[in-house]
């Protein structure tokens, strides 16, 4: 089946860092692929959807400069946390969507990536 | 008012027992919706997805869903400790392939 992979799995770092997380579609071709952010007991939120060669959109309240992503291939999206603070800590999860026809799946998650600021 | 409402639970049922989750929608959501499980700290895996009025079963999984009543839910029999979960429904999946997640019922069963 269709397999999306996220990296890193874990992440702890200080407050003030910028960290990047990768997405990667390991065997099919992703155009578009969604970040979302999930805080504990809470239901996925929808970040921004990243198109390939064009820029992300986001939703409404997420800040783009400070979530920055791109989407230079056909198999990787990244996002980039930009000087992260306690309370960007969360679990962030990337998603991919197949081709049309090749998937009875809307979207192929990673496996998420747990953002913990000191 | 939300797009996609999960207003039910947490939920706790006795093993072997029917689990009923509960799920209902706006009309700006699409008329395709999904049934995920989310186990804790792990992505979520979809189970079922259901695009027409009706029942869809599949295995001990039955969905359900009334465009007219915007509802649609998913019911789980001979529920086992592995059900266990946190179950999302999701409508969406159109043209802009975006998914809309409502907030999610934490089901328990108890052996």
């Known amino acids: 089946g269709a397999v999306v992979s996220q990296h890193p799995s874990w992440v702890i770092c200080k407050s003030g860092t910028s960290v990047k997380i990768e997405c990667r579609s390991l065997d099919f071709q992703a155009t578009t692929m969604f970040w979302y952010r999930q805080f504990p007991k809470q239901s996925l939120m929808l970040m921004a959807t990243s198109n390939e060669g064009s820029k992300a959109t986001y939703e409404q309240g997420v800040e783009k400069d400070k979530f920055l992503i791109n989407h230079a291939s056909l198999t990787l999206s990244t996002l980039t946390v930009t000087s992260a603070h306690p309370e960007d800590s969360s679990f962030y999860i990337c998603s991919a969507r197949p081709p049309e026809g090749t998937s009875r799946q809307p979207q192929h998650f990673g496996d998420g990536t747990r953002l913990s600021i000191l | 008012q939300k797009e996609v409402e999960q207003n039910s639970g947490p939920l706790s049922v006795p093993e072997g027992a029917i689990a009923s989750l509960n799920c209902t929608y706006s009309?700006?959501?699409?008329?395709?919706f999904f049934w995920y499980r989310q186990y804790s700290g792990k992505s979520p895996e979809l189970i079922m997805s259901i695009y027409s009025n009706g029942d869809k079963e599949d295995g001990r999984f039955t969905a359900q869903l009334n465009k007219a009543s915007q509802y649609v839910s998913l019911l789980i029999r001979d529920s086992q400790p592995s059900d266990s979960a946190t179950y999302l429904c999701?409508?969406?999946?159109?043209?802009?392939?975006?998914?809309?997640f409502g907030k999610g019922t934490l089901l328990t069963v108890n052996p």
């Open positions: 009309d700006r959501v699409s008329q395709s």
């Open positions: 999701a409508g969406g999946g159109g043209s802009n392939y975006k998914l809309t």
